[in-house]
Structure formats: C-alpha cells, structure tokens
C-alpha cells in the first residue's frame, strides 16, 4: 500500500510501527499501550489499521493485539479528529463456512465435486474459525460502535490471501487469493471513499473463478475492480 500511494503522489505519508521504518516519518509504539501511540494520530485525516497478531488460537496474544490494540486505534483517532479508519478484517470473520458444502469442495480443490452454482458468501454474515477470526469481527463489530458514536467513518474490509510470493500455495488459496495490486487497490479506494459512508464491510479478493465470496458490495459501493486473478496459477 504504502508503495502504491507513493506512487500516486498525492499523500503526505506516517507509519505507525512498532520498529523504525526507513523513508517515511514513523512513529515507533506499540498499539497495545494507548499512551504510546496517542502522539501517531494527530494531524492525520485518514488511518488505515493493519496490524494484528496472526497467532490464530492464543487468547492472550489476540487479547493484547487485536482486541486492546484495535480499541486503541479507534479511540485514538478520534480523540485526535481522524476523519476516517480504514480497518483491515479478515476472510477468517467466515472461514467456519470452509467446512460446508459446497465450500469446503472448493476449498480442498475438488472441483468436480462442486455441482451446480455455488452461492457466494455474504459481507453481512460471520462465521470465525479461530480466535483470531473471532477478534476481527469484534474489531468491525466495536468499529461500528465508534462510528454511531463519535461520527468516525469506519470502512472494514476482510481481506483475502495476501502472501509474500503474491501467488497462491493451495487450493484454498487459489479461492482466496487477493494479490499485491488488488489489496493496494482497494485500500486506495477506502481512503478516496465518500463522506456518506460511515461504516461499512467489504471482500476483498482478486478475480478468481473459485472465489466463494461475494465481492458485488465492494464493487457498487467503492468502485473497485480486481485486476488479478489465481486462475493463471491453475
């Protein structure tokens, strides 16, 4: 993201992170200690909150991380008159339905299992796997809260299959993969996103043709087109 809106030019960029980060004025602090990253917040517009503790099942480090550190984040930008948040959710707010036909077919990548058409999984339900899973959708759930609140826009958005190598590795990432340039894309999109919008979830996944998610909510709504898609990596 962070390349992709240097390469834009039109922002004025900080980084909040809790080691330093060459070539952008940084913040060093840990999202956990309120009073540690308050001084990060002001004089920003727009905050786009992706860190997290990817510890799938470990209540403590979820706890600290992404249920502390997330509360801290909204209060924090308000506190300091942020117009927006842009929150990075997770697939894993409904990766339970993996273990359902048809979707657990196509996440195991028999695809010659799957009969008929596969009904796409809606951004109003959840259904978390792990705890971590659980604390993304509490992360959108307290996100909602601050907006009917303190009028903070609050965009959340479950992003898919990012990785390193920026392909797939299995099957249920050839369903889920969402490529440097999609997720860059959509999180452009949040930050140019209309006023009006004040809270709202969206996928996020590239164009894939196993993709079990249904991305036509972050299509209307933000104007966003996937670029990529895992159908080359078949």
Known sequence: LRQHLEKVGEYDLAALNRRKLEGVKC???????????????????????LAANLNQNSWKEQLNDNIIGTYNVYLAAVESGVKRVVFASSGSTIRGFDNIPPYDAVNEGRYGDVTGKVKKISHEVFRPDSIYGATKVWGEAIGRYFSDTFNLSVICIRIGSVNRNDRPSNPREVSAYLSHKDVALI????????????????????????????????????????????????
């Not at 913040?27 to 909150?49: C, M, T, W, Y």
């Open 187 to 234: 999180l452009h999109k949040c930050i140019e996103a209309p006023s009006e919008i004040k809270c709202d979830t969206f996928f996020a996944l590239s164009d894939n043709k196993w993709g079990i998610r249904d991305l036509e909510h972050s299509k209307a709504i933000l104007g966003w087109e996937p670029k990529d898609s895992s159908d080359k990596f078949l």
């Open 27 to 49: 913040h060093q602090g840990d999202i956990s200690n309120l009073e540690d990253i308050r001084p990060a917040f002001k004089n920003i517009d727009v905050v786009v909150h």
